[in-house]
């Protein structure tokens, strides 16, 4: 049955993930002691999953390979989200080797693999039916086809009337794509949820709380996360709710942004107001940093 606010429709990547803690900084022409593991992973679909550990009925159009397409599916689907996966005639699925430091912190390795290809052809307008809100993941910008793709999911979006949302997703992709390119992009999107990285280069200014409004005053609403710090809000060029980070032992910071955008989103859905919803996010974010790899504990 679908939830009061409608179903969640998030477009975006599936990416098989390869964990590595490391014991210590990492030792060029040598090795470095690691504990390594194989888990599921991609921004779009971490987004998915913690949406719907938060109470959403959520939908993931993605692309993957052959080679773990049935792994994804079931995984997904154990977590509550319903897939639409297309699976590539020739592509691998993506591949992200995320090097976690003794800090928590990540780097990663990005083979795009399927996810480069999702594009046009994937949409089909009978995946709007029930939805409350439609979420692009900034890694579906990264590529042409998955650009045409925003476009296509935005336009029909806005005309039934389902209000849009856009994580940037990647300052070095973002950097590499332009600013002005990407909000060409994701023009007619009304929420932004950028990392306080991402924030200054979209805004072009250093203070958070100022590219918090100038980015609300181009999309409407803009909520920009600052780690452990919490995260701020805006609309409108106002900011509107200043959200302390939640205290905990981070052990893997890898997915902690898509905890916070899957858990305000499914707050919004479910009535929530723009600061509640913040606060829903920054609490399931402090959550995510707990558990290795970027999907919720499953029990």
Known sequence: MTGPGGVLLVIGDVATDIVALLGGPLAP?????????????????????????????????????ADFADWHRAELLACGVHPVLTVDPQAATATVIALVDAAAERSFL????????????????????????????????????????????????????????????STGFLAELGPAAFLAAVAGAQLLLPNLAEARLLSGTADPARAAERLSADFGQAVVTLGAAGALAAERGELRAVVPGVATAAVDSTGAGDAFTGAFLAARLAGADLAAATAAGCRTGATAV?????RPARN
């Open 290 to 294: 707990t558990v290795i790899g970027g």
């Open 29 to 65: 022409a040598t090795d470095t002691a690691a504990r390594i593991s194989l888990r599921p992973g991609g921004s779009a679909a971490n987004t998915a999953a913690w949406a719907a550990r938060s109470g959403a009925e959520v939908r993931l159009l993605a692309r993957v390979g």
């Open 110 to 169: 990005t083979d795009s693999g399927a996810a480069h290809h999702l594009g046009p052809a994937d949409w089909d307008p009978a995946l709007l039916a029930g939805v409350g809100r439609l979420h692009l993941s900034g890694y579906l910008l990264f590529s042409a086809p998955g650009r045409a793709l925003a476009r296509v999911a935005i336009t029909a979006a806005r005309a039934a009337g389902v209000p849009v949302s856009v994580d940037p997703a």
